[in-house]
């Protein structure tokens, strides 16, 4: 039945992507688990494969599948967080989260520059918008830069944190304070930093709960010159920077949560069907069984969203309440799904070598990353009185 929701053309990419999956990076799965390596080569594979241009336009990109979209994102997405979720998470950041902000506000210099090489796998992108004392609350970040003595360009101070590809990134699009006397969303500017830039310093790389094969950093500015050809979209427009690519990438990372449920939820039906007690197959007890059948149902509810979300915004439609509300379920639903699965598999499920302690972990990020649930669920609600007329549909 998935023809109703996928095109034909799509279905044959899911596949492609998963084909990829199988033969180029899960040989890597158990190592990238054990040892926590930063594996720029099995990015530079999926650069290669076209997988980080798929949401870029032909002129950037590299690859056959360049230009497709949102959808196609979100394939990828899925494919690759079903083997090695940090893999995907570093590719996300990289492709799209520096990526989307250069192909939309760059200058053709800037894209020639520091877009091709990223979507190319041979650079690392970075966003940086979070810091120490500011999260959710990103328009009161404490990073400023003030216009240089010479005008030539900025000097950049303040510190990131939780930057994903941090330690890793060849180019960063780090956000600032530009204009402290006026609202901080017409105040605040992107620049795009090199990791060679001197003052531009890595404090730590994070250790984290999930998401082996990541890279997630803490950063320090001081005093950084940035030339003039360095701004990205004009000085204080970084507000609607930021928000123009927040949609888009909230939709990516329900994807990503669509992968970290499916092998969960698969091994579950498989090891209820083979695990014996009371002499019949676990599966054969309702109390097993309804469970699947919940996941199963919670997760194509969450693919489901998260298609109308991509769809739209392929269509050129405003998707922030779709892509708060596809996020917001398809992240719950990637821990309940993990949850669940590691219960059906009782003890088993707690030990490593079934995986699923690893696909809950990862999963529990999603909550968090790209915007909390909470402030998901600010946005939906505004988003509704906004539009709201007195009927719903
Ligand atoms: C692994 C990882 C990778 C990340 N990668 C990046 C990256 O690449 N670049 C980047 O810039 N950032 C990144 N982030 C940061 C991420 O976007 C933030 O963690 C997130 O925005 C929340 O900020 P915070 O963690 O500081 O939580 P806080 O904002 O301090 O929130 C703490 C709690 O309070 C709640 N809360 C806050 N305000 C409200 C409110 N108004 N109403 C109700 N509840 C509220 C939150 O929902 C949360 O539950 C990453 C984070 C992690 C953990």
């Known amino acids: 039945m998935n023809h109703i929701f996928y ?35 099995l990015l530079q594979k999926i650069a290669q494969a076209g997988y980080m241009s798929v949401h870029h336009p032909p002129e950037v990109g590299i690859g056959k599948h360049c230009g497709k979209g949102l959808v196609y994102e979100t394939i990828v997405a899925e494919e690759i967080s079903a083997v090695i979720a940090g893999l995907d998470m570093a590719r996300m950041a990289s492709a799209t989260l520096f990526g989307k902000p250069v192909a ?17 796998g041979e650079k690392i992108g970075a966003i940086g918008i979070t810091e120490p004392n500011v999260g959710s609350d990103t328009a009161r970040m404490e990073t400023h830069a003030e216009i240089s003595k010479d005008g030539k360009g900025f000097v950049l101070n303040g510190k990131k944190y939780y930057i994903t590809n941090g330690s890793q990134a060849d180019f960063l699009c780090v956000f600032a304070i530009t204009d402290n006397t006026v609202n901080p969303r017409k105040g605040m500017t992107a620049f795009i930093v090199e990791k060679t830039m001197p003052g531009f310093t890595t404090v730590k790389d994070i250790d984290l709960m999930g998401m082996a094969g990541s890279r997630v950093s803490e950063l320090a500015f001081k005093d950084v010159f940035i030339s003039n050809d360095q701004l990205l979209g004009g000085i204080n427009n970084g ?49 097993i069984n309804f469970k699947i059948a ?15 979300a991509a769809r739209a915004y392929d269509n050129g439609e405003r998707i922030t309440k779709e892509a708060a509300m596809a996020k917001i379920f398809a992240s719950e639903m990637a821990i309940r799904v993990c949850d669940q699965a590691l219960q059906i598999l009782g ?3 707690y ?28 946005l939906t609600q505004r988003e509704i009185y906004k539009k709201f007329d007195g009927k719903y549909w």
């Open 347 to 349: 003890g088993r499920g």
């Open 7 to 41: 095109s034909e053309e799509e279905l044959a990419f899911r596949d492609e992507v998963r084909a990829f999956c199988e033969r180029e990076l899960a040989p890597y799965e158990d190592e990238i688990q054990k040892t926590n390596p930063f594996r720029r080569d």
């Open 239 to 287: 507000f609607g920077i930021l928000m123009d690519e927040l949609d888009s990438e909230r939709v990516a990372i329900a994807g990503e949560c669509l992968g970290y449920a499916r092998p969960a939820l698969e091994s579950a039906i498989t090891y209820s069907k083979e695990r014996i007690q009371f002499k019949r197959p676990i599966k054969d007890f309702e109390g």
């Open 294 to 308: 919940d996941m199963a149902t919670d997760f194509e509810a969450a693919r489901l969203l998260t298609l109308k």
């Open 104 to 120: 939309r506000f760059g200058t053709p210099e800037q894209i020639e520059k520091y877009l091709k090489p990223v979507l190319r």
């Open 351 to 378: 030990e490593k070598e079934h995986k699923i302690e690893r696909y809950y972990r990862d999963a529990r990020l999603m909550t968090m990353g790209g915007g909390t649930v909470e402030i998901l669920r600010y």
